[in-house]
């Protein structure tokens, strides 16, 4: 500013050529908040009047009541408040809504100092003014006016504006400085001489310097520093929006670009270290230039982590302006927050920002504001109390969520239900709800939505003939729709009370229909062809997007369409879920009349957005139409991976290779039909393709194995030897996560220990198990037994364990056909060698006691655990075919609680029937159950001890779980008895299941296998 002034003053003809005609220059010195003065400078020095202000019209442009629609940029809030500072003052500084709209803009910032000094002035005088005497300036001298008449001064500034008594003292001391200048400088002109100038200057800084020495010792309160620092960071951050020039911006990056450039390693070293201010100063330059910074997510999650466990401790205030990154801080360090629970900005912070966090910060957060509640304050919150706390409340850890009293839970059931409560909170609000209030209003069960279906049968059953139980039903048929797990004999208390309606179906009205849109699936095709069309057509709009099975949704398309001669490709647009109906003659007709591309297109999407899988013979149909049609080629691209995987390997050999490439695309977007083809063909199919694209010869590369996505680990055994090592040993972790049959997992196994990947066995180390993880399992037993124990800790062993389990729960993991028994097999063998166990090799059994199905690894296995009535789910989970061993009596000691331990029980196929019969009982011993209390969990979890299950035992199963389970079971080949079939066979053709064989379709008895059993 100093030299801007005397570059006025000595070298006036170009400032006035070059500053004051050049309008562009001119705004580029505004942007700097200092530089205010030039407008009056000019005006001076061009003789364009001391009210002209180079165009700036305070009337006309400080129109301070738009600004709380739109805030002005910094240079005109500078301009309003230098040149209409009475008019700035009464309407932003002493309007409190005002002031806070305009200091949201951190670049504002510095107006709520100056108005908070101009305030705290305007309270001491008037607090001074006891005798009740006017606020005059007679009452109260004006320095400054005297100064510059003891001076004998004559400048442009408004002395009367100057000593209002709510000036700041900031301003008085501009005002003088500037008044200063206008006189001095001219007279100076031409006698100042260079060395005269270099004083001028010198003098000018040491000004400065001796006004942050002041203040630095609490001597004024002119706030120089915030000043020099806010028009540092609004100088730069407007030189480098409007600077092109790199070179000469890279310059003045140095002050503060320097911390973002810091080699990561050392970033939290450094930053650790710097002293407050600065820390602040780098939180704002990032907060205004963040966008061109282009920073790493690793920086930004240091810069937090550090922000969160160092300075947010020497200051809080931090906080506010770390909001915007909040959503990078790692839970860990959530947790180490200060207790700032009772700062209603810092809450209001947290409530409007925890929408856009994941999970577990969300769950850090709530752990946090945990902290500062006990059962005392929570119950003296009121009913109001979660509405107080806001989102952080749903995020509570269970703890203390579960001591919020039913009147809070009601009142703040809309805080509740915009937050992702989870399962066991939604569980929780519901029965506090239910469970204390007998009379709610139909307003709260709106309220309550799909928490309704947490409610128990008998609290719904009371609202029966109410106003509120139609909601009630609307609420149970959203959570239907939306795939919600509502008990069976729910759905048939609330909506098949009246059992007479469903017996006859023919009777039922069309808005009756319509309020069973939902739950028309659980009433199976037999219910759907009683129904006629004039019942049907009236409801359509309702039915067109409930999840029909095939044959349901083939029953009404017949019944739909029954009248219509000619089926339009609009009509079948709109029929929804009930498209998939179509029969194979009318989809013909309909793909015979596309006259275009466009129009088979259409088709195609109607059947590829369908929320169930297509029938086999419908996909079989629509793909013989469109092989026959002009535009199949076309079309090849937006088939999907479902239709398109249907077409016959021998018409995909045909395939050129853009059209082989196209399938490849598919099949990469939508892995999962690929997985659920038949071994065969995706064999045959993964051949073809590496022929067409040329991937069958010389290294197989990384990029070439990405391309095929889900299939790279399905081409044939001698392409995959070539599998780039480098690959392998930089990318190990994606490459666990694909399906490996046998061949391949033993190819795996090879490549582990070759010298130019991780070399021999015994020289692993613990971060080689770390990089190897669950292909571990692909090793053979011999090799196995060469990893050093030391390395191979039962910690290590539970995390590999834990790493498989969650692999085989995911995608790829769940369709994978890979071998169960060789997998389980290692595990055990795992298990016992690494456990501490007696040493394997020396294991003394007598041959002849050794059972001819049974290895020695196996029978040591009996031996390791103690006790078996001692044996813990975890190590039940591990036995496998091991206990088949166990006597009658063992068996029926062992503690079967847990799904855990049931499942890999039933996953043994080589049970006797006595050991089946004892199993089964065994577990009904320990869970405290009768069988129809099982559910479809847990008859899945049993796999083969269904055969356990007594003929009459298996009538009095709930034949809603059973049929939800035997879409597992019916995978097994099970060993039941005849009379335990037909047991399963009358269970299954129950009403409130799929009916009376004779309705069943193709896809119930695929559904059911009752082929297989």
């Known amino acids: 500013m100093t030299d801007l002034a005397l570059c006025a003053d000595l070298d006036t003809a170009n400032f006035i050529h070059k500053v004051c005609g050049n309008v562009t220059v001119l705004q580029n010195l505004l942007a700097n908040l200092d530089n205010t003065w030039l407008l009056k400078q000019c005006s001076n020095l061009t003789g364009s009047g001391k009210d002209n202000l180079m165009g700036f019209k305070p009337s006309e442009q400080c129109r301070y009541t738009d600004w709380m629609v739109t805030l002005p940029d910094a240079s005109l809030l500078a301009l309003c408040w230098d040149y209409d500072q009475a008019n700035f003052i009464s309407s932003i500084c002493l309007k409190p809504a005002a002031l806070s709209h305009i200091v949201q803009y951190p670049a504002n910032l510095w107006v709520s100092a100056l108005c908070a000094t101009c305030f705290n002035n305007t309270r001491g005088t008037l607090s001074n003014n006891t005798d009740g005497q006017s606020n005059t300036t007679e009452a109260h001298p004006c320095l400054v006016k005297e100064m510059i008449v003891r001076l004998n001064w004559s400048c442009s500034i408004d002395l009367n504006t100057i000593c209002q008594p709510g000036i700041s003292q900031v301003q008085v001391v501009q005002a003088f400085l500037r008044c200063g200048g206008e006189v001095l400088l001219p007279r100076m002109e031409k006698t100042m001489t260079t060395e005269v100038a270099s004083m001028v200057k010198q003098a000018t800084s040491l000004w400065v310097i001796l006004l942050i020495v002041l203040e630095e010792n609490q001597m004024t309160t002119l706030k120089v520093i915030d000043n020099i620092r806010q028009s540092v960071l609004d100088s730069v951050s407007v030189f480098l929006k409007e600077e092109t020039s790199f070179s000469k911006k890279q310059v003045l990056l140095q002050c503060f670009a320097q911390y973002f450039q810091i080699p990561l390693a050392r970033l939290r070293a450094v930053l650790s270290s710097v002293d407050m201010n600065t820390m602040r100063l780098i939180l704002h330059y990032y907060n205004r230039n963040h966008e061109n910074l282009q920073l790493t997510e690793d920086y930004l999650r240091t810069l937090v982590s550090v922000l969160i466990k160092t300075h947010l401790r020497r200051d809080e205030a931090l906080l506010l302006d770390l909001s915007p990154l909040l959503r990078l801080a790692k839970p860990e360090d959530i947790n180490t927050l200060p207790p700032l629970q009772n700062n209603l900005i810092v809450l209001n912070l947290m409530n409007d920002t925890i929408s856009s966090l994941s999970v577990a910060q969300r769950q850090a957060f709530g752990s946090w504001f945990g902290r500062s509640l006990d059962v005392v304050n929570m119950t003296a919150g009121g009913p109001s109390f979660i509405r107080d706390c806001g989102n952080l409340i749903a995020y509570l850890p269970f703890r203390s969520f579960q001591h919020l009293s039913p009147a809070q839970v009601l009142n703040g059931l809309d805080v509740l239900l ?106 199976g095709a037999g219910f759907l062809q009683q129904l006629n069309q004039s019942q049907l057509v009236p409801a359509f709009s309702a039915l067109t997007s409930v999840r029909f099975t095939p044959t349901q949704a083939k029953t009404l398309f017949n019944k739909i369409t029954s009248s219509e001669s000619d089926l339009t490709t609009q009509r079948f647009r709109s029929l929804g879920t009930v498209a998939q109906g179509v029969s194979c003659n009318i989809l013909s007709k309909l793909f015979q009349s596309s006259v275009s591309a466009s129009s088979g297109r259409d088709l195609l999407q109607v059947l590829r957005q369908q929320p169930v899988p297509l029938h086999p013979s419908l996909k079989r149909c629509l793909m013989d139409e469109m092989y026959k049609s002009n535009f199949f080629t076309e079309l ?10 249907s077409i016959p390997i021998s018409t995909i050999k045909k395939f050129s290779p853009v059209m082989m ?54 081409v044939m055994d001698t392409v995959f030897q070539q599998l780039d090592r480098r690959f392998l040993v930089d990318s190990i972790e994606f490459l666990q996560g694909f399906c490996y049959n046998s061949s391949k997992g033993d190819i795996v196994a090879a490549m582990l220990q070759e010298d130019d990947t991780f070399g021999p066995v015994q020289n692993w180390n613990s971060t080689t198990l770390i ?15 060469q990893i050093p124990p030391a390395v191979m800790s039962l910690e290590r062993l539970e995390r590999l364990f834990s790493r498989q389990q969650q692999w085989e729960s995911r995608d790829v993991g769940t369709l994978c056909q890979s071998d169960p028994e060789t997998l389980l097999s290692r595990k055990q063998f795992m298990f016992q060698y690494f456990s501490g166990s007696p040493n394997l090799e020396r294991a003394s059994l007598s041959a002849s006691s050794t059972p001819p199905s049974c290895d020695s690894v196996q029978l040591t296995g009996l031996t390791v655990y103690g006790a078996v009535s001692s044996f813990t789910p975890s190590v039940i989970a591990q036995l496998g075919r091991i206990a088949t061993q166990l006597s009658l009596d063992e068996l029926a000691s062992l503690k079967l609680s847990e799904i855990l331990s049931i499942a890999p029980l039933g996953a043994v196929s080589t049970w006797t029937r006595k050991q089946l019969g004892v199993l089964f009982s065994t577990i009904l011993n320990t869970t405290k159950q009768t069988p129809r209390q099982l559910n479809s969990s847990s008859l899945v979890a049993l796999g083969h001890i269904v055969c356990g299950i007594e003929a009459p035992v298996i009538d009095t199963l709930n034949p809603v779980e059973f049929s939800k389970a035997v879409l597992w079971l019916g995978r097994l080949n099970l060993s039941c008895s005849e009379d335990q079939l037909q047991a399963v066979v009358s269970l299954l053709s129950t009403s409130l299941v799929f009916g009376p064989i004779s309705t069943w379709g193709p896809e119930g008895v695929s559904r059911d296998r009752i082929i297989r059993w």
């Open 661 to 714: 490439d196209s399938l490849r695309k598919m099949v990469v977007l939508e892995p999962q039909y690929f997985l659920l083809m038949p071994r065969i063909k995706q064999s045959m199919l993964v051949e073809k393709m590496v022929q067409s694209l040329g991937l069958n010869t010389g290294l197989y590369t990384e990029e070439e194995f990405r391309s095929l996505g889900v299939m790279a680990t399905f």
């Open 418 to 523: 915009r937050n992702e409560l989870g399962a066991v909170k939604q569980q929780f609000v519901a029965q506090r709800v239910f469970g204390v209030y007998k009379n709610l209003t139909t307003d709260d069960f709106r309220r309550l939505s799909t928490l309704t279906c947490q409610a128990s049968m008998s609290d719904l059953l009371a609202y029966v003939n109410t106003s509120a139980f139609p909601v009630i039903q609307e609420n149970i048929r959203t959570c239907v729709a939306q795939g919600t797990y509502v008990p069976s004999n729910m759905i048939s208390s609330l909506f098949y009370s009246n059992g007479s309606e469903l017996h006859s179906p023919a009777a039922l009205s069309s808005e009756k229909i319509s309020q069973l849109a939902q739950l028309l699936p659980r009433l």
């Open 636 to 645: 090849l691209g937006e088939m999907g991976a479902q239709i398109a995987l």
């Open 771 to 785: 990089q190897v993880d669950r292909f571990l399992f692909f090793l053979p037993q011999k090799i196995i037994q």
